[in-house]
């Protein structure tokens, strides 16, 4: 016996859970709040805390190891899982994980994700639990084997020791100058987000947009040191498309227009509209892709809603419908199938961004590191939390901390052989 028992202890998560719909429609702040009603089912207030769930395994020699569940900052949007319930997720885990757990070979890392987070009738379990669990099954088998959560991944899909760095994404969250300010004293690789979800943040035809935009770049030269260069990436939350309109000539127009503000800098836009369906999404991304690439735009699209699942992401991919793709951990489900969408990424010659969101934890953050690293994804968010400091320092610290220790054993590998 592997597992002899597991615990389960309610958390919070490092942000809230924010109503997309009732923020869109035009909700107005006060101070940190929103003030009116919600619009989607599960909130009863537009902004709540972000609360999780640690599952603990008690191993045969009483290591505990440890997984977080929870769902993403826009819970209910897109197509994703409704806001996390605590007390409904620890219900169904106890009786239906739980058993499957204390039977799993949690040695053979893949294997038990498959067993424990089997469908329950049909259906397939919450997001949320597949995500904790499978975090803490690659703990379990990184313990057992003795070695680190990268390793495991590598072992488990065939894949070489990584030496590259994956580069780090920062979201500023709405304090937009003063955290641009911290991402580019402290040299991140992608800034910055910018959070432009609502009317006011884009602007009339999106000038605020491109006011902000031109900003960065500015602010980006004052102060960053000698060769400095980041991407820029911002997240618009589909509001070109309901400001510019949903034609995709005129989406990539507007893109364009973007990526000419700034010359020299390679822009990524997160998000550009919602067509509401993920079959129309697909379609209408492909068109603004192939404009963009028959122009030789500097400028990329990054896909996030309607794109959730393992498979959603397969079918943008293979339609070639999104420059990127933000592998957004918690809808994915297991952190298993994270690493299988990095890989289907890389294999059609699309960009793989493993994401997530800013109600996540610090232990959830720790093996997304692991994961991209061992499957060298494109770039990585810095999480959890709408702060720049404790993601950066969190995410950036547990890579260099897995490289120095996959260094090692190259280096004593070497020398043995």
């Known amino acids: 016996m592997q597992i002899k028992d597991v615990l389960l202890a309610p958390g919070t ?3 809230f859970y924010d109503d997309q719909a009732a923020i869109g429609s035009g909700a107005t702040q006060n101070g940190f709040i929103y003030v009116g009603e919600p619009k989607t089912p599960g909130f009863n207030s537009i902004r709540i805390p972000a609360s999780s769930l640690s599952i ?3 191993l045969a020699d009483d290591t505990v190891v440890w997984g977080d569940m929870m769902n993403v900052q826009y819970s209910g949007a897109g197509g994703r899982d409704p806001v996390f319930e605590t007390a409904q997720i620890s219900d169904l885990t106890s009786r239906v994980v739980v058993p499957r757990l204390l039977d799993a070979d949690a040695s053979r890392y893949l294997d038990a994700c498959a067993t424990v987070l089997e469908p329950c009738k049909h259906k397939r379990l919450p997001l949320a639990i597949e995500y904790g669990v499978s975090q803490a099954l690659l703990r379990a088998a990184a313990h057992l084997q003795r070695m680190t959560m990268a390793e495991i991944i590598c072992s488990e899909f065939d894949l070489p020791l990584p030496t590259r ?3 780090i994404y920062c979201q500023s969250g709405d304090a937009r100058e003063i955290n641009v300010d911290k991402m580019i004293l402290k040299a991140v690789d992608v800034l910055p987000h910018g959070l432009i979800n609502s009317r006011q943040k884009f602007g009339q035809c999106g000038q605020t947009f491109l006011d902000f935009v031109k900003w960065v770049a500015t602010r980006t030269r004052e102060l960053g040191r000698p060769g400095y260069h980041p991407v820029l990436h911002f997240d618009v939350y589909g509001w070109i498309g309901q400001e510019i309109g949903l034609e995709p000539q005129s989406i990539a127009d507007f893109i364009c227009k973007v990526a000419d503000t700034v010359p020299g800098f390679t822009i990524n ?3 550009p509209a919602d067509f509401g369906s993920t079959r129309a999404q697909i379609e209408n991304y492909a068109k603004i892709v192939s404009i963009l690439d028959n122009r030789g735009s500097s400028a990329r699209i990054v896909v996030d809603e309607r794109c959730n699942t393992l498979e959603d992401i397969r079918l943008f991919v293979e339609a070639k419908a999104t420059h990127l793709v933000q592998i957004k951990t918690p809808d994915v489900g297991s952190i298993a199938d994270t690493a299988r969408a990095v890989l289907i990424c890389k294999q059609n010659g699309v960009g793989a961004y493993v994401g997530g969101s800013c109600t996540e934890t610090d232990l959830s953050a720790q093996a997304s590191v692991h994961v991209s690293v061992a499957t060298q994804a494109d770039m990585m968010l810095a999480k959890p939390g709408m702060g720049v400091d404790e993601a950066y320092s969190i995410v950036g610290n547990e890579q260099n901390r897995l490289l120095a220790m996959l ?11």
């Open 56 to 58: 603990g395994l008690v």
């Open 269 to 271: 836009i997160e998000s």
């Open 165 to 167: 760095r994956v580069p």
């Open 407 to 417: 260094n090692r054993r190259r280096v004593r590998a070497k020398n043995v052989g």
């Open 13 to 15: 998560g490092a942000f």
